[in-house]
């Protein structure tokens, strides 16, 4: 089996909340004191009072697929934008350090792209960090189709601007 039929993508489950927390950490995305927001995110989204926030999970390697059984390395949320016409936004994305680099996160978005297309979406908005250290994240935007449509400038904290990227599904 190659490794990349071993992969498994699939919804995510109230019983993935911990991994995907872990995950967060993993990527290097979160620390382990700032996962305080992303738990209460799950926790509302697998309890149905943020209905509308679809969780995917990625899974790597023989024998995986069951519900908290995997070895899950990669995990995205999206959701659509209020007010308006099919428009998304992906409010996380993360690949575990050791697998970055391997085209699971480029498995992972091109998944939740083509569901949303199914689906009828129209636009789909991601928004990260101008800081040098997201370079490689926002390379991985563009290389993917996306483009830079906005700069909200200190928007995270003074010296640290949002980009806004977009991409018509
Ligand atoms: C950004 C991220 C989701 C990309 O997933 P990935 O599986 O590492 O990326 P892929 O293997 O599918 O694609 C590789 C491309 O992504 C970019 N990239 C971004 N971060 C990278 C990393 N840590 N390692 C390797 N490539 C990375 C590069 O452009 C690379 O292409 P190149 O080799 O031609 O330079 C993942 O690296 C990650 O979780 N990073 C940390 C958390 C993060 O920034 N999340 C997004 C917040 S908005």
């Not at 950490?25 to 927001?37: H, I, K, P, R, Y």
């Not at 799950?42 to 023989?62: N, Y």
């Not at 449509?149 to 980009?163: N, Q």
Request: contains cysteine; charged residues 25%.
């Amino acid at each position: 089996m190659t490794a990349k039929e071993s992969r498994t993508l699939r919804p995510a489950t109230r019983e993935d909340s911990k991994a995907i927390l872990n995950l967060a950490v993993a990527s290097g995305l979160f620390q382990e004191d700032e996962t305080a927001v992303l738990a209460e995110m799950l926790a509302d989204a697998f309890a149905g009072h943020l209905e509308d926030h679809h969780w995917i999970v990625l899974e790597d390697g023989p024998g995986k697929g069951e519900p908290g059984g995997g070895a899950m390395v990669a995990a995205a949320c999206v959701a659509p934008e209020m007010m308006s016409d099919r428009t998304w936004n992906l409010y996380f994305i993360a690949v575990a350090a050791p697998h970055q680099g391997r085209g699971l996160g480029a498995a992972l978005l091109t998944h939740v792209e083509e569901t949303l297309r199914k689906g009828g979406a129209r636009l789909l908005l991601i928004e990260t960090s101008g800081l040098d250290s997201f370079a490689a994240t926002r390379r991985f935007y563009r290389t993917r189709g996306y483009e830079e449509e906005a700069r909200i400038r200190d928007f995270y904290r003074a010296g640290e601007d949002k980009i806004v990227f977009r991409k018509l599904l």
